[in-house]
């Protein structure tokens, strides 16, 4: 099921108007080493937060965002990098106004996806670094 739910947060991902480029494709648990790519990674979480009376459960799924971008002594590229995980989670809060946001399928119902941390460089190469952002998808998903 975590599958499902990790392709459609990468096809709503791919709408983001952030995102100018991504040639290389938004890559799903692996990350290109080229500079501009993206991708989305699993992380784990308690995957139910709430158990209903009428058996419905809210559900969570948890994930990075990761960007692979060039780094270095260049201070305004550095921010710039830094700057798009903001737009980002900007983004995220404002779709999560939108009801029936991503396609989650039937008996789940999407509620909100939002940015749990800011982003931050996880990895630095000489040239390049990884920068990433905490990410979950929360949804209430029908009892039997």
């Known amino acids: 099921m975590s599958r499902i739910i990790m392709g459609q947060i990468?096809?709503?991902?791919?709408?983001?108007?952030?995102?100018?480029?991504y040639a290389q494709g938004i890559g799903v648990d692996h990350l290109a080493e080229e500079p501009d790519c993206y991708a989305i990674e699993s992380i784990p979480v308690r995957p139910v937060l709430k158990k209903y009376i009428n058996g419905d459960t809210e559900r969570q799924q948890g994930f990075v965002f990761a960007s692979r971008d060039s780094f270095g002594a260049d201070v305004r590229q550095n921010i710039e990098n830094l700057g798009f995980f903001q737009l980002l989670a900007d983004w995220f809060e404002s779709i999560s106004k939108t009801e029936g946001f991503i396609n989650l399928g039937e008996g789940k119902e999407s509620k909100k996806i939002e940015a749990v941390?800011?982003?931050?460089?996880?990895?630095?190469?000489?040239?390049k670094a990884k920068y990433q952002i905490e990410c979950r998808l929360i949804y209430l998903?029908?009892?039997?």
């Open 141 to 144: 998903q029908k009892g039997n």
């Open 117 to 127: 941390t800011t982003g931050y460089v996880y990895d630095v190469g000489v040239s």
């Open 10 to 21: 990468r096809e709503l991902i791919k709408t983001c108007p952030h995102i100018e480029t």
